[in-house]
């Protein structure tokens, strides 16, 4: 199991100390990184002086109204050509590069990117370079401010670097303006040896993966206890649950996850350096995808969704029944959202001991039935997916498929994450099952998620002995 996730995330099959230990690296490692680049000089070179010069027609040169060239002069940089955030491998002649670039370029300019395959043993007949086919997706386009994500798939007509001597992925990343500028970029560096062609075939080392959205702002610890058990509880034990951390995992927080880490069940990657890069709220599209690329042989299916909304699988089905159907063909598969209030709950309960000692998915039990919102999570085959978006995939070889919504759907409570105290602000009679109106809305009785508080309390005393709360 260990050397199969090895090729992606060398983070992730590790336990206990090992985990812990590769964590405080990388933290360490954010933190370095972010004073290096905040202090290193952004080249933006000759831009200006290649048009500067020789521009006025020679006989005029010496009459004083013909102007000599204005010189621009440039500082510094706005916004990069390329801002690399992860390379993988996909296969055995394909890899994915994610990144972000200027936007304004984007808009408004060519850019186009190259990529090559250098290999560490260059032949008598040839260099070693080989030029592979690149093709990439803007998959934020439109919400992306001063950087967009750039999403790049390298592909070569043959199998690259399998021949276990090492070798570098290259990226030459072109601004497209007519003094054909480029930035040479080594995506990604393989050591002799270090390929291994059994990673990309099943079985994967998990189940399900959990692909986590940047997490920020004042997370209340008791809620993530609660989401990370249920899922737990849904996922099984073949499961793993990636966290982004984009200043969100206080020490509230961590207290909280530690011994899930512990365990190895769950990774947290610090990406708070991502503040310096203005794209799309704190770069979701970017980790999403960069996490799809790098779990994408970690798994059966991998899913999208935050951490104030709950998967629900109707009893007796189980979540491995309601995807097998679609194990073959699928690249997508969508959950539908039961938005819920975020104050109203059934009846109080006796003492008040007895109601704070209710998990959220007891106390909110009331959907809006009249959202019109139709929004989406997913669950994505991986291997079938070429780039992601935040409700689902955008490139891919598969159907798109969406669960009946009696079967398969997700609770999204709203505005609970960061709320402290009680959540309760109403309570109403649960016998009043069908539509009422409260206030404008219209809200239905769903208490379709409180047998999974009890399953879920049942799996903290095993874990832990003792629950908490
Ligand atoms: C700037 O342009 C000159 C002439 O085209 C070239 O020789 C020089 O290498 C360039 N400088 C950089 C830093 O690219
Ligand atoms: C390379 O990968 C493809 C699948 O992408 C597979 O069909 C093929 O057998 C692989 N080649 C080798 C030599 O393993
Ligand atoms: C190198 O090229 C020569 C002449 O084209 C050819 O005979 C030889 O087989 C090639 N060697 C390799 C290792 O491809
Ligand atoms: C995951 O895939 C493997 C191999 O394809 C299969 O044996 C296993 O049953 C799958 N697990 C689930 C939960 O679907
Ligand atoms: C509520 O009251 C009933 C009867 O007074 C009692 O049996 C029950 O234990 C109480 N429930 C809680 C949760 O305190
Ligand atoms: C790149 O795209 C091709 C299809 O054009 C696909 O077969 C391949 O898996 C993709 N590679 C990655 C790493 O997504
Ligand atoms: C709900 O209905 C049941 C049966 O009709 C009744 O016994 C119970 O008291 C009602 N609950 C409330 C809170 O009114
Ligand atoms: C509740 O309202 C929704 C939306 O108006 C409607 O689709 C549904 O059938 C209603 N349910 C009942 C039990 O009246």
């Not at 439109?142 to 070569?156: A, K, L």
Request: with cysteine.
């Amino acid at each position: 199991m260990a050397s199969k996730g090895a090729n992606a995330w060398a983070a992730m099959p590790l336990s206990g100390l090992g985990s812990i230990l590769l964590m405080a690296t990388l933290i360490t490692l954010g933190i370095d990184i972010y004073y290096q680049s905040r202090s290193a000089n952004c080249q933006c070179e000759n831009q200006s002086s290649a048009v500067l010069l020789g521009t006025n027609i020679q006989s005029l040169q010496d009459l004083p109204g013909a102007a000599s060239g204005r010189k621009f002069t440039g500082y510094g940089c706005a916004a990069h050509v390329y801002v690399q955030f992860g390379a993988y491998r996909g296969g055995n002649r394909t890899f994915a590069i994610l990144g972000l670039a200027s936007k304004p370029l984007h808009s408004y300019g060519r850019p186009n990117f190259a990529c090559f395959w250098k290999s560490a043993k260059p032949t008598v007949n040839s260099s070693g370079l080989h030029e592979g086919f690149a093709k990439w997706y803007l998959t934020d386009w439109g919400y992306g401010r001063v950087y967009t994500v750039v999403s790049i798939n390298c592909t070569f007509d043959t199998e690259m670097g399998t021949d276990s001597d090492g070798g570098e992925l290259i990226l030459d990343a072109f601004t497209g303006d007519m003094f054909g500028r480029k930035e040479r970029i080594v995506a990604l560096t393989e050591k002799p040896g270090d390929y291994d062609a059994s990673v990309f075939d099943p079985p994967y080392p998990y189940d399900y993966l959990y692909c986590g959205s940047p997490l920020y702002g004042d997370l209340n610890p008791q809620m993530m206890k609660e989401w990370l058990i249920h899922h737990t509880n849904l996922f099984g034990p073949r499961s793993h649950f990636v966290f982004q951390d984009a200043g969100g995992i206080h020490s509230g927080v961590w207290k909280v996850l530690e011994p899930w880490i512990r365990m190895g069940r769950v990774t947290v990657q610090n990406i708070k350096q991502q503040s310096q890069y203005d794209s799309y709220y704190f770069n979701q599209f970017l980790v999403l995808d960069d996490c799809l690329h790098r779990t994408r042989f970690m798994a059966n299916w991998t899913f999208f969704f935050d951490v104030d909304e709950y998967i629900y699988v109707q009893p007796p089905s189980t979540l491995r029944d309601i995807l097998d159907q679609y194990s073959d063909s699928a690249a997508h598969v969508a959950f539908r959202q039961f938005r819920l209030s975020d104050k109203l709950c059934t009846s109080k309960e006796n003492s008040s001991a007895a109601e704070s000692s209710k998990w959220l998915m007891e106390k909110l039990t009331y959907h809006y039935a009249n959202s019109q919102n139709h929004d989406v999570k997913v669950v994505l085959n991986p291997r079938r997916v070429y780039a992601t978006g935040v409700h689902g995939a955008e490139q891919s070889d598969g159907s798109r498929e969406t669960f009946p919504i009696s079967l398969a759907r997700y609770y999204h409570y709203h505005n609970t994450i960061t709320r402290k105290g009680e959540l309760c602000q109403e309570f109403l009679d649960p016998n009043q099952s069908a539509n009422f109106s409260v206030g404008n809305d219209l809200y239905t009785y769903d208490g379709s998620m409180i047998p999974f508080a009890e399953k879920s309390k049942q799996l903290e005393l095993q874990l832990f002995g003792a629950a908490s709360n």
